[in-house]
C-alpha cells in the first residue's frame, strides 16, 4: 500500500511540472494555420490544433475577433500561436502571435 501511495504521489508531482513548463501566463496558446483573413466581418479561418481550454479537437473553423486591429499584418498560410475563448457567446480569438 505504501508503494502505490508513493506511486500516486510522483505522478501528481510529475503531472504538475509538465503543465508549468509551457503555460503562458493562466491561458495556454493553441497552434494553428490561417486559412483566410475576413476584413469586412473581422473573421479568421483557422485551422487549428486541439483547443484545451474549450474542450476542442484540431478542426478548422471561423473565429471571431476580440479587435479588428489584430487582423493587421495575418495572412493566409500563416502558422500561428493564439488564444480562443467565448465572448458573449461567440468563440473568438483573443491573443494571436505569428510564430
Ligand atoms: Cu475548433
Redesign the pocket.
Known amino acids: 500500500m505504501k508503494t502505490l501511495m508513493t506511486l500516486a504521489f510522483a505522478l501528481f508531482a510529475s503531472t504538475a511540472v509538465a503543465e508549468g513548463t509551457h503555460s503562458h501566463g493562466d491561458m495556454e496558446m493553441s497552434m494553428g494555420t490561417i486559412t483566410k483573413v475576413d476584413t469586412q466581418w473581422n473573421r479568421l479561418t483557422i485551422d487549428?490544433g486541439p483547443?484545451e481550454n474549450?474542450d476542442?479537437?484540431?478542426?478548422?473553423?471561423v473565429f471571431e475577433v476580440v479587435d479588428p486591429a489584430m487582423l493587421e499584418g495575418l495572412s493566409e498560410g500563416q502558422e500561428v500561436a493564439f488564444t480562443a475563448d467565448r465572448v458573449k457567446g461567440k468563440?473568438t480569438v483573443t491573443e494571436i502571435t505569428v510564430e
Not at 56 to 61: H, I, K, L, S, V
Open positions: 487549428h483547443l474549450l476542442m479537437e484540431a478542426m478548422t473553423m468563440l
